[in-house]
């Protein structure tokens, strides 16, 4: 079992930056697939990207592709999202989790999840 924990959400300005952490606890093994997730107010669960753990590849939504960077540091067993040019639609709950099965942008394949950081993002 992986023990998942966000930090680093805060409020933030339209176009600046803000990087979130999830750190591990549990084995991540090698072939794992870690994805970050956001949630807003009143709307469903949505993918915001995700990455092997091993090979550190990536893949993003097209809302965010372009601004958001995914990263991981295996020694430290952390994952980053590192978010800039930030819009006020990119407020929300942020959650990290792990995969389990399916399609990679369905909250639905993942099993393991952090409890979730706000990020605020006024204009």
């Known amino acids: 079992q992986v023990q998942l924990e966000e930090s680093g959400g805060g409020l933030a300005q339209a176009g600046g930056s803000l990087r979130l952490s999830c750190a591990a606890t549990g084995r991540i093994f090698s072939n794992e697939v870690l994805g970050w997730f956001r949630q807003a107010p009143g709307k469903e669960r949505e993918f915001v990207g995700y990455i092997t753990w091993f090979f550190g590849s990536t893949s993003y939504a097209d809302s965010v592709k372009g601004r958001f960077t995914i990263s991981r540091d295996n020694a430290k067993n952390t994952l980053y999202l590192q978010m800039n040019s930030l819009k006020p639609e990119d407020t929300a709950v942020y959650y990290c989790?792990?995969?389990?099965?399916?399609?990679?942008?369905?909250?639905?394949?993942?099993?393991?999840w952090g409890q979730g950081t706000q990020v605020t993002v006024s204009s």
């Open positions: 989790a792990t995969y389990y099965s399916g399609s990679y942008r369905d909250p639905r394949a993942y099993i393991y």
